[in-house]
């Protein structure tokens, strides 16, 4: 698994982006990068509006997964292709590699991570126990109340698409 280009898909440049309310648009491109390769989930996103925010400093065990080899994913991965990139992401981490920001959706109270779920897995066995997120909801209000009541750091503005 090739990570997406480090500068181009970086915490700092999804900050960047979430200032200049173009959260979406940065989504977008990354999940159409090679790396991400999740050109559905970006076409799905691009189909309705959602409002953004972050990103946000999350536990990892807020997280949602729904990737990987366990039985009851969602989205069933071989084990041996998810352990090989997994560890992959492991060993980049080790030479300094910075993730781009995971994306989540506020669904039911809970925190569905809908892309990086490799990432999260490589974060977590690296030693991390919190990651970065791009979290969307359904709506306005949703996002507000999130806002309001969350516990996690928020660390850039919010922004609707």
């Given at each position: 698994m090739t990570q997406p280009s480090s500068t181009r898909f970086s915490l700092a440049s999804a900050r960047a982006a979430a200032e200049a309310d173009r959260i979406a648009e940065w989504v977008g491109d990354f999940l159409s990068s090679r790396g991400s390769d999740n050109v559905v989930l970006a076409a799905a996103l691009a189909q309705a509006r959602h409002w953004w925010l972050g990103p946000v400093r999350v536990p990892l065990d807020d997280?949602?997964?729904?990737?990987?080899?366990?039985?009851?994913?969602?989205?069933?991965?071989e084990a041996e292709e998810w352990h090989e990139d997994v560890r992959e992401m492991e060993e980049s981490l080790e030479e300094g590699w910075e993730p781009p920001p995971l994306l989540a959706e506020w669904q039911d109270d809970r925190l569905l991570l809908q892309d990086g779920n490799h990432r999260a897995e490589a974060l977590r066995r690296d030693g991390e126990d919190h990651a970065w997120v791009l979290v969307y909801f359904p709506d306005e209000a949703a996002r507000e109340e999130f806002r309001r009541t969350t516990r996690y750091a928020l660390h850039a503005p919010v922004a609707d698409t």
């Open positions: 997280l949602v997964r729904l990737a990987g080899p366990e039985d009851e994913a969602l989205v069933p991965i």
